[in-house]
């Protein structure tokens, strides 16, 4: 719910609140609002309708502030790591701290960055999320076949729930890492990907 989808409610919900008041007092015995009874009945309906709509509104204020939060959050940490990275001055210690940073901000378990040859093929591999002691088990870097190779030379973004579905999965190592879901996105200057 946004910020003006809220202040509508909060400048037509008294009203409707009393229309609907109207409405049931017409419906019933209009007697029944007469005296203590009615004004307890009354103010019973009145509270009722103040605490839904108490909850209408704070709920709305803090899916808007756990979403500021998020913002904030990972602003932080794009702030970090272009603090990190322009005090670096080697590629692939900036590389790695961009997969680092990015593998961070996304929440995922593993990250990679894989940085393509001009003349095609992978230049350097680096990862997050995995011991040096497991990736030296993995072997040599991936060459770019399966999905990577359709990120990498297709220049295709891809999100997949069960990237072990997906046809284009192939050449895993024996001893990969367990993996489910991907989110996967080329870097692209000038109509190349890198």
């Given at each position: 719910m946004t910020l003006d989808r809220l202040k509508w409610l909060a400048v037509l919900a008294p009203f409707l609140v009393l229309i609907g008041v109207?409405?049931?007092?017409?419906?019933?015995?209009?007697?029944?609002?007469?005296?203590w009874?009615?004004?307890?009945?009354?103010?019973?309906?009145l509270l009722l309708a103040s605490i839904l709509f108490a909850e209408v509104i704070?709920?709305?204020?803090?899916?808007?502030?756990?979403?500021?939060a998020q913002r904030n959050q990972e602003l932080l940490v794009l702030h970090d790591a272009s603090l990190a990275i322009v005090g670096e001055h080697n590629l692939e210690t900036?590389?790695?701290?961009?997969v680092d940073r990015a593998r961070d901000l996304v929440g995922s378990r593993y990250g990679a960055l894989s940085l393509v040859r001009e003349?095609?093929?992978?230049?350097?591999?680096?990862?997050?999320?995995i011991t040096d002691e497991e990736r030296a088990i993995l072997g040599k870097p991936p060459e770019g076949h399966g999905i990577l190779g359709v990120v990498l030379q297709e220049g295709a973004t891809?999100?997949?729930?069960?990237?072990?579905?997906d046809p284009r999965s192939v050449g895993v190592p024996l001893h990969h890492p367990p993996m489910r879901s991907l989110l996967a996105a080329p870097g692209i200057s000038q109509g190349n990907v890198l």
């Open positions: 109207e409405l049931v007092r017409q419906a019933t015995d209009p007697s029944l609002f007469m005296g009874t009615g004004f307890l009945v009354l103010a019973a309906g704070f709920g709305g204020v803090n899916r808007l502030q756990a979403s500021l900036v590389l790695q701290l961009v003349e095609g093929g992978i230049e350097a591999f680096l990862t997050a999320g891809l999100r997949l729930d069960d990237l072990t579905r």
